[in-house]
């Protein structure tokens, strides 16, 4: 029900299955460089429905964690696309003042096709930027509420500043070093990109299956199973527990991976 899971067939591999862990920058990036190649080869043989933004639930992969994967793939393809790339760029504390220099003083575009110089401290801002603008063209195509993405690049400038400040105060790095050690995460520039893409894909993931709203779409369920349910006094509570566990697991999540792993029990 709600179809967050609902799908033709297996989906790819999650970056959890593919790189084993979830947290480590480096892990993340080997990630992604093994899942691009093939979920654009799907897209490229049409196998899969691209965008993902554009599925419906009669499509292969056509829910909620699937959409919310995949759109966030597509975005990430570009700073991984970048040519002769240097990742210590996006992961090492020593040249995060560097990177976020670098990303202050690109002027903000509007493009979604974009060449690169093949200068890497050049180049990622330019990507970064591209992987925003290509999120708001899938909030647009699958009718995100505008007031969530009416600012997008001004917010993450905002959220690169701070991080700016961050690393400015004396003792940054082996403070990073140590939230890395306790499964924290300091404002690496890598971290600033993936909890940014994450969080926009996951409204586009919504708008694509319940509409700009899932307080209304839940709302619609709920009358829905009032009215067909009615005489059947069982069947109904269970489908609107059912339906309320449903929608306060897709709020709560921060990562399509919370979508399919089973919840721990109180």
């Not at 040519?83 to 690109?106: G, I, K, N, T």
């Not at 940054?172 to 994450?198: C, D, H």
């Not at 269970?238 to 919840?263: G, I, W, Y």
């Amino acid at each position: 029900m709600f179809g967050w899971r609902r799908s033709k067939k297996q989906d790819l591999p999650s970056i959890e299955e593919a790189a084993g862990k979830l947290f480590e920058p480096l892990a993340l990036l080997t990630a992604l460089d093994q899942l691009l190649p093939w979920y654009l080869k799907e897209t490229d043989e049409g196998r899969l429905v691209y965008p993902a933004c554009s599925r419906t639930l009669n499509d292969v992969d056509g829910n909620v964690r699937a959409i919310w994967e995949h759109t966030r793939l597509e975005a990430c393809r570009y700073f991984v696309m970048v040519p002769r790339r240097d990742v210590e760029l996006l992961v090492s504390a020593v040249l995060q003042p560097e990177m976020m220099d670098a990303f202050l003083r690109q002027a903000p575009h509007e493009e979604t096709v974009v060449d690169f110089k093949g200068v890497p401290v050049v180049d990622y801002p330019t990507a970064i930027v591209a992987g925003l603008n290509w999120l708001d063209h899938c909030a647009f195509l699958a009718g995100v509420a505008p007031d969530k993405f009416s600012r997008t690049g001004r917010d993450f400038r905002r959220f690169v500043v701070l991080a700016q400040q961050w690393w400015a105060i004396e003792g940054a790095g082996p403070r990073s070093s140590t939230m890395l050690a306790n499964r924290e995460v300091p404002p690496l520039m890598f971290y600033l990109i993936w909890q940014s893409y994450t969080r926009l894909a996951k409204e586009i993931a919504i708008a694509a299956i319940y509409g700009s709203s899932l307080d209304r779409a839940t709302e619609q369920q709920r009358q829905h199973f009032e009215k067909t349910l009615g005489s059947q006094p069982d069947q109904l509570q269970a489908a609107l527990s059912a339906l309320t566990e449903v929608t306060s697991r897709l709020k709560r999540a921060s990562d399509p991976e919370d979508l399919r792993r089973p919840e721990p029990r109180a």
